[in-house]
């Protein structure tokens, strides 16, 4: 068991890991011999402030009509996201910082943040299977990506209070499931983290092309379009 | 318009007609792709967010198929078929084309063309960030290329390939209703000497109109007249090139774009005028101001601007004076999709408005917020999606209601004509105007002239 477990948390997550990297730069690649937009229009806003409120909408709830109207659905969203962090950290913890699972107090925020993520995870497929709008736009995917990351979140907490204990297999399925979603991640809808801050990037410059979202004053506005 | 099976079925084999159209659009994804749409194309993660922001999708809760994402899932399967290496490798897992998602052009037209207007509310209310009225206007680029596109909007482009002008307007009555207006002004004001020049050179202002204010309504460039003539402006109407409007951008033809917003250049680069203002025309504004550049690869040289933002400029500077208490009547703000979410100009209509009239109320949302009117994305020359329109106009039509305003104002001829419709059908008390309409009635005529504004 420990010798398939040295392999799967070493060797295999690394490869695993390896093969998301270049999977990722192929895409990347992919997506950047696509032309880009070129504008020839005079500019009218001051980019960087919009490019970053853009880049940081996530932070922002207020600025998303789904969010204000229905904090729950923006709560499940962070919870749900702090724990992939926690869960992905977790796979690098456990065989570099195994120390740092000694600590009381790391153990159990890290079970609080992913059983969280895990409720946070069922909400979201409980929504997903009985909103009629989101059922029709629902891949195969959507479906698999959250049952996987569910499983990732469940396995995890369950992993840290069996670090010590005899159910050794329950780490080896954490990390089994760990190389899996990461060998599955470039070709499945969780890369929109990936995409994120490019998406956000792009519509911030448009935006902020444009002057949308900022205060003019109008004393500004009309020297706006000087040259 | 009779519309063409493509079998975009995974694996399916496509007979000869739909694999030259197949072809096709492999071909043209290609050509008109840009990195951003590519980007939108694939990080959409379904989470509906968007739902909630879409006029249609709240106004028909019990219609999935209103979902922002879904419409835009319907090109992202073709996308996914046509170019997406992962998906095609993985060809019918990852949301790649199922025959029975986008196998019919029709459906797909009245998705992209009936069921959208391309209002771009969706867009700034997701979380992601994917612009879906703009994979929206790409799929009608597609449609429009393969003949797979409403009769109205197609005779309206139609008309402005072949004559300049969305309209098919004569030079003749060109120059018949600019003789009309000139009159009716020069006794409106009392003066004699107000005259409406067309394609004089080297003037500070080239202004361009909608063709229904040659036509149809003809206030509008009187309004406009009138400013100029009490700032003292020197301006010119081209002869060519007047029209502002451009059908390229809602049938998502950039070539028509770059044709129409170029005859406008054209026409200022050849009259060697210092600005180019267009009269109050959403899409309009977005294609003179912004996308027609681009489509016409041409490098802005000149300042380019709404006539409400010539309005602002001219009181700032004090060259216009106007009194907010000839209009005492409560008055709220429809704010043009194509000129707050396309266009940034949000506070200065209302900076505007502030001055001319006494009573002003926002309604909410507001700004870059704002519902469409429902008539955007050339809705209003679609009639065989009417009934879909006012249907979904209920979120608008209360969205008025809640004012208790007696006029909405709007700086778009669409939204007037949207908003007019949504306010027969659902009843309102409410009259529809444009900036231009309440700036006109507020104009201080210079002292010793009271004009004839009463008879
Ligand atoms: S378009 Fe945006 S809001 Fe709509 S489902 Fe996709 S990611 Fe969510
Ligand atoms: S662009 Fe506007 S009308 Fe079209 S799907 Fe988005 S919100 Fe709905």
């Excluded at chain 1, 932070?59 to 962070?78: D, L, N, S």
């Excluded at chain 2, 995974?10 to 840009?34: H, I, K, N, V, W």
């Excluded at chain 2, 994917?130 to 009608?140: C, E, G």
Aim: hydrophobic share 40%; with cysteine; aromatic share 10%.
């Amino acid at each position: 068991m420990s010798e398939y477990l040295r392999l799967l948390e070493h060797d295999i997550h690394i490869a695993a890991l390896s093969f998301m990297g270049l999977a990722y730069a192929i895409r990347a690649f992919w997506l950047f011999s696509f032309r880009p937009v070129t504008e020839k229009s005079l500019p009218a806003g001051h980019p960087s402030r919009t490019v970053a409120s853009s880049l940081f909408t996530v932070a922002r709830p207020w600025t998303i009509e789904k969010h204000r109207r229905t904090p729950v659905f923006y709560a499940q969203f962070v919870v749900f996201h702090i724990g992939a962090a926690a869960a992905i950290s977790l796979t690098f913890i456990i065989p570099h910082w195994p120390e740092l699972l000694a600590i009381e107090a790391v153990v159990r925020l890290m079970q609080v943040t992913l059983i969280a993520a895990f409720v946070a995870g069922m909400a979201r497929l409980y929504r997903r299977l009985s909103d009629p709008s989101l059922r029709l736009i629902s891949t195969w995917d959507d479906y698999f990506a959250l049952v996987m990351m569910n499983l990732f979140y469940v396995l995890g907490a369950w992993t840290i209070s069996n670090r010590c204990g005899a159910c050794g297999w329950i780490v080896l399925t954490f990390f089994l499931v760990a190389a899996l979603i990461h060998l599955y991640v470039p070709f499945s809808k969780i890369v929109h983290y990936l995409y994120y801050p490019f998406v956000r990037y792009y519509l911030g410059k448009a935006m902020a092309h444009r002057g949308i979202g900022r205060y003019v004053h109008p004393e500004e506005s009309s020297w706006r379009n000087k040259l | 318009m009779k519309g063409r099976i493509v079998s975009l079925a995974a694996g399916s084999q496509p007979d000869s007609r739909s694999a030259t159209q197949y072809r096709m659009l492999s071909r043209l994804f290609r050509e008109r792709l840009t990195r951003e749409m590519a980007f939108s194309m694939v990080s959409c993660v379904h989470c509906g967010a968007c739902a909630q922001a879409c006029h249609y999708a709240l106004a028909r809760a019990h219609d999935p198929c209103m979902t922002p994402a879904y419409k835009a899932d319907q090109i992202r399967r073709m996308f996914n078929r046509n170019m997406n290496w992962i998906c095609r490798i993985l060809s019918g897992r990852l949301n790649a084309g199922t025959s029975a998602a986008d196998a019919d052009m029709e459906r797909l037209r009245d998705i992209v063309f009936g069921a959208c207007t391309g209002c771009r509310r969706c867009t700034f209310n997701c979380p992601i960030g994917v612009d879906n009225a703009a994979l929206i206007r790409f799929t009608r680029g597609i449609l429009t290329e393969m003949g797979v596109v409403p009769e109205g909007l197609s005779n309206a482009s139609r008309n402005q390939w072949l004559s300049g002008n969305q309209m098919s307007v004569t030079e003749e009555e060109f120059f018949d209703s600019l003789d009309w207006i000139k009159a009716e002004l020069q006794y409106e004001l009392g003066v004699g000497d107000l005259d409406i020049l067309v394609d004089k050179k080297d003037c500070d202002i080239i202004y361009a109109v909608n063709p229904r204010e040659i036509k149809y309504d003809p206030h509008s460039l009187m309004n406009a007249a009138k400013l100029f003539y009490l700032a003292g402006e020197s301006w010119t109407l081209p002869r060519y090139g007047w029209d502002q409007t451009n059908f390229g951008l809602f049938s998502g033809d950039d070539r028509l774009g770059a044709f129409m917003a170029g005859n406008l250049y054209r026409a200022a680069e050849r009259l060697r005028a210092r600005r180019i203002v267009v009269s109050e025309c959403g899409h309009g504004y977005r294609s003179v101001r912004w996308e027609g550049y681009s489509w016409a690869n041409n490098q802005q040289t000149i300042p380019t601007e709404s006539v409400v933002e010539t309005v602002m400029r001219y009181l700032i500077e004090g060259r216009i004076k106007v009194d907010r208490l000839r209009n005492t009547g409560s008055v709220t703000f429809h704010d043009s999709c194509n000129v707050a979410r396309y266009g940034g100009l949000v506070e200065e209509p209302r900076w505007v408005l502030k001055q001319v009239c006494s009573d002003f109320r926002e309604m909410y949302p507001n700004g870059v917020n704002n519902f469409c009117c429902t008539g955007g994305g050339g809705l209003l020359t679609m009639p065989e999606y009417r009934p879909l329109r006012l249907e979904v106009a209920r979120i608008k039509a209360d969205q008025l209601k809640v004012t208790e305003a007696d006029t909405v104002c709007t700086m778009c001829h669409n939204c007037r004509d949207g908003l007019g419709d949504l306010i027969d059908h659902y009843q309102l008390n409410m009259k529809v105007v444009q900036v231009m309409d309440l700036v006109a009635e507020a104009l201080v005529l210079p002292p010793g002239n009271e004009g004839n504004i009463n008879e």
